[in-house]
C-alpha cells in the first residue's frame, strides 16, 4: 500500500523560501512517477513540479526557475526547494505518485500530468503573504 507523507508547510513572507519533503513508502522510485501538486482555495489542482524515473524534471510555467524538485532513492523521499515565494504561491501542497507510471515513457510522468497520478498525501499547507 503506497503511503506518502509531507512536511515543511508554513507560513513565509514575499521573497522567502521553504522546502517541501515527502516520505513514501509502498512505491518505488525507479518505476514511479513522482510529483507535486498545489490547491489554493476555490482554484482546480494545479501540478506544480514531476520528476521521472531517470531524473528528468518538469514544472509548470509559474515556478520554474524558483522551485526545484528533487528525489532521494536511497531514503525514499521527493523534496521541493522553493524559492522566491510569491503571495499565489499560497496552497495546499500535495506529494503525488503514480506507482508504475515512470514504466509507460512518452511524457507520462511530465507535470502537465501530475494532477492525475493518483495516489496522494494529505497535503501541507504554504502561505506566502504580501
Known amino acids: 500500500q503506497v503511503h506518502l507523507v509531507e512536511s515543511g508547510g508554513g507560513s513565509v513572507q514575499a521573497g522567502g523560501s521553504l522546502r517541501l519533503s515527502c516520505a513514501a513508502s509502498g512505491v518505488t522510485f525507479s518505476s514511479a512517477c513522482m510529483g507535486w501538486v498545489r490547491q489554493a482555495p476555490g482554484k482546480e489542482r494545479e501540478g506544480v513540479a514531476a520528476i521521472n524515473i531517470d531524473g528528468t524534471t518538469t514544472y509548470a510555467d509559474s515556478v520554474k526557475g524558483r522551485f526545484t524538485i528533487t528525489q532521494d532513492k536511497a531514503k525514499n523521499t521527493l523534496d521541493l526547494q522553493m524559492i522566491g515565494l510569491k503571495p499565489e504561491d499560497t496552497a495546499m501542497y500535495y506529494c503525488?505518485?503514480?506507482?508504475?507510471?515512470?514504466?509507460?515513457?512518452?511524457?507520462?510522468?511530465?507535470?502537465?500530468?501530475?494532477?492525475?497520478?493518483?495516489?496522494w498525501g494529505q497535503g501541507t499547507q504554504v502561505t506566502v503573504s504580501s
Open positions: 503525488a505518485t503514480d506507482p508504475w507510471g515512470g514504466l509507460i515513457g512518452g511524457g507520462w510522468c511530465d507535470v502537465h500530468r501530475s494532477v492525475d497520478f493518483g495516489t
